[in-house]
T-cell receptor, first 116, second 113 residues
Framework: DQQVKQNSPSLSVQEGRISILNCDYT??????FLWYKKYPAEGPTFLIS?????DKNEDGRFTVFLNKSAKHLSLHIVPSQPGDSAVYFC???????????????FGAGTRLAVHP | NAGVTQTPKFQVLKTGQSMTLQCAQD?????MYWYRQDPGMGLRLIYY???????DKGEVPNGYNVSRLNKREFSLRLESAAPSQTSVYFC????????????FGDGTRLSIL
């Protein structure tokens, strides 16, 4: 039973255009969401996060949107660059007072390819 | 500026052999984690240590043991390796306060024949 789902295994985008990566979750207790980026033979690198009290968080070219009613979040990359080509993982965790921030649940990842 | 260091990077074992994966962080983080990643799946938490002296089970703890040796080091042990434990193992750490992200090492690729 996957609690965090990334339904698109891959995405191809032209350089300079917008990349939109999607993530759905089923556990309504999740209150903190993160995106990680992973290059081959390296560990995941933290990209951006959002708390459930917000619906948007921006950091440079990266914006994460959270729709709690739909249990959906998305990562927008504008403009996309060839160096953004990587696997992107969505992750979620529950209320910290139950130790939940120690327990990240990851999606299966989306492989983004940005081509010139 | 090492961050989280995992050793070894690669290992091949035979079924039934034992093995300890090492992890050390130099960021003075309180919490440390072990994950496994299998093809087509996200990372799954095996065990974690919220603070020095404590360890707790994650999603997939069966077949593994852990030791939080000190604040810097957190090891993962396979007592009797099985082919189903062939995976890439990642160690992570985070400060431990509130909702700060985890920082990952570059992984150990483990194959069990």
């Amino acid at each position: 039973d996957q609690q965090v789902k990334q339904n698109s295994p891959s995405l191809s985008v032209q350089e300079g255009r917008i990349s939109i990566l999607n993530c759905d979750y089923t556990n309504s207790m999740f209150d903190y969401f993160l995106w990680y980026k992973k290059y081959p033979a390296e560990g995941p690198t933290f990209l951006i996060s959002i708390s459930s009290i917000k619906d948007k968080n921006e950091d440079g070219r990266f914006t994460v949107f959270l729709n709690k009613s739909a249990k959906h979040l998305s990562l927008h990359i504008v403009p996309s660059q060839p160096g953004d080509s990587a696997v992107y993982f969505c992750a979620a965790s529950a209320n910290p007072f139950s130790g939940g921030y120690n327990k990240l649940i990851f999606g299966a990842g989306t492989r983004l390819a940005v081509h010139p | 500026n090492a961050g989280v260091t995992q050793t070894p990077k690669f290992q091949v074992l035979k079924t039934g052999q034992s093995m300890t994966l090492q992890c050390a962080q130099d960021m003075n983080h309180n919490s440390m984690y072990w994950y496994r990643q299998d093809p087509g799946m996200g990372l799954r938490l095996i065990y974690y240590s919220a603070s020095e002296g404590t360890t707790d089970k994650g999603e997939v703890p069966n077949g593994y043991n852990v030791s939080r040796l000190n604040k810097r080091e957190f090891s993962l042990r396979l007592e009797s390796a099985a082919p189903s434990q062939t995976s890439v193992y990642f160690c992570a750490s985070r400060p431990g306060q509130s909702n700060q992200p985890q920082h990952f090492g570059d992984g150990t690729r483990l194959s069990i024949l």
